[in-house]
């Protein structure tokens, strides 16, 4: 996380500057979710990157950063409907009735036992609370020797690449927000070498206070060596991934225990929560899958009417919180597909309880082994947008999360291991990441095949 500390500082104010925009996609997706345009917040707003783009939307912007250097760059930006205001987000006196509060990565650093409350009493009754995240190099030809060099000066720096924690940090502000929404943008950037460079210099890590002069000057070396070779007339090209997360923010965090599911076979789901399974598939898979009319219901009435799968639902009360497939499709081993979530249940332990759930019924039934594919299709990964081959099953190896996340982090967690890649199989740099977890049961290999996979032959 970057501490706003980091940005008081002249230097990180003007490679601040250098950051390539926002996808044009995201912010006019962001003034759809605002119900009115008559008054934005913009917390951590840095040099104006969001608040600019905002102005001319709404009759007022109040743009909110505790660095000063920030604001004397934002400022010089100029527009009539902004008012900058020096303040931490905390300390912060919110205008009653606001549209539309949006934040940054600063999200992170801010404490958010103090910043919610006073959002959710800020906003107007219909008012939206969005952040904001993803500036840097998401998809080229070198983005993996990128990544690499990027872990490679974490170790110099004295730091660990790849903290398992990083991906609980990155998403504690969301047990403050009753989520409504969850998109991914992107956008082609072509821009010079030298900008990208010192764009480096403005995230807490690369500050050259931090770094020191000559380790700063060793590491704008080693980027060059790098991506001159990708130069086009000194100038470079990639993709950024930028995503919007947007609720309604709370007055107390979601307690990590609540809810507390039934967990149901879809043989006991009535016809209008099958229809609400449908939906929950339709808008929990990023990308593409399930999206066109009837696709969604088709693929979830199959977990009712073929022998060789079997579903179970999160239920409680009545509402449907997320459900889980199976795939009897070797005579030892269950393929895990899908597990959806809906978007205000999140992170509260239902993913996990239905993984369980299917883990326990697939031991019961005499498998082996649980696998499962796990697409990156939005760049939730470091494997994203980049040519696997050769050596691609090495890549797992050097597999680090984004600021999107990704499925993949979660199934670790709950002991599944890489067992593959399949490259580009959702499209080129968009790969298919294969994992597996043993059952217990490695001494009953000759465990009869289920009889429901005995049924269905």
């Known amino acids: 996380m970057e501490p706003p500390n980091a940005f008081d500082d002249d230097d990180v104010a003007l490679a601040y500057r250098r950051r390539p925009p926002y996808p044009p996609a995201l912010l006019h997706r962001l003034l759809e979710i605002a119900p009115g345009r008559r008054l934005a917040v913009d917390l951590g707003c840095g040099p104006g990157k969001i608040a600019l783009a905002l102005a001319g939307q709404f009759d007022l912007v109040v743009a909110v950063d505790p660095a000063a250097p920030m604001l004397a760059l934002a400022r010089a930006g100029g527009h009539p409907n902004i008012r900058w205001v020096q303040s931490t987000a905390e300390t912060f ?213 073929d022998a060789k799968r079997l579903g179970l639902a999160a239920v409680d009360g009545k509402t449907i919180l997320g459900w889980i497939g199976g795939i009897r499709g070797y005579s030892h081993a269950l393929e895990l597909h899908p597990l959806v979530v809906d978007a205000p249940w999140r992170r509260d332990g239902v993913g996990r309880a239905l993984v369980l759930a299917l883990e326990e019924r697939a031991r019961a039934e005499g498998f082996l082994t649980i696998h499962l594919g796990t697409d990156d299709e939005v760049g939730g990964t470091s494997l994203f947008g980049v040519d696997l081959f050769p050596g691609a099953v090495a890549r797992l190896a050097t597999i680090q999360p984004s600021s999107a996340g990704h499925p993949f982090f979660f199934y670790l967690e709950l002991g599944y291991e890489p067992v593959g890649l399949i490259p580009d199989a959702n499209g080129p740099g968009k790969p298919d990441l294969l994992m597996a977890k043993a059952l217990g049961q490695r001494g009953a290999r000759d465990v009869p095949q289920s009889s429901a996979l005995r049924a269905a032959s």
């Open 93 to 305: 006196d919110y205008p009653v009735g606001s549209d539309l509060a949006v934040a940054g990565a600063s999200v992170h650093w801010m404490d958010h036992a103090v910043v919610f409350p006073k959002l959710a009493r800020a906003l107007a009754p219909e008012g939206v609370f969005a952040v904001v995240e993803g500036d840097g190099p998401h998809r080229a030809p070198w983005r993996a020797d990128y990544i690499a060099l990027m872990a490679q000066w974490v170790t110099k720096m004295g730091g660990a690449w790849g903290d398992p924690s990083f991906s609980r940090r990155a998403n504690a502000h969301e047990k403050w927000i009753d989520l409504q929404g969850r998109e991914s943008f992107t956008a082609l950037i072509r821009q010079p070498l030298e900008d990208l460079i010192e764009a480096e210099h403005s995230r807490a890590t690369w500050t050259r206070r931090a770094m020191g002069e000559a380790a700063a000057a060793d590491f704008d070396a080693d980027m060059r060596r790098l991506l001159e070779a990708h130069c086009d007339q000194g100038m470079v090209e990639y993709e950024i991934a930028s995503n919007l997360v947007w609720g309604r923010p709370r007055l107390a965090p979601r307690a990590r225990a609540q809810p507390s599911p039934r967990i149901v076979d879809f043989a006991n789901l009535t016809a209008a929560q099958r229809l609400e399974a449908a939906r929950i598939l339709r808008q929990a898979i990023p990308g593409p899958s399930y999206k066109a009319p009837g696709e969604a219901e088709a693929e979830t009435a199959s977990f009712f009417g």
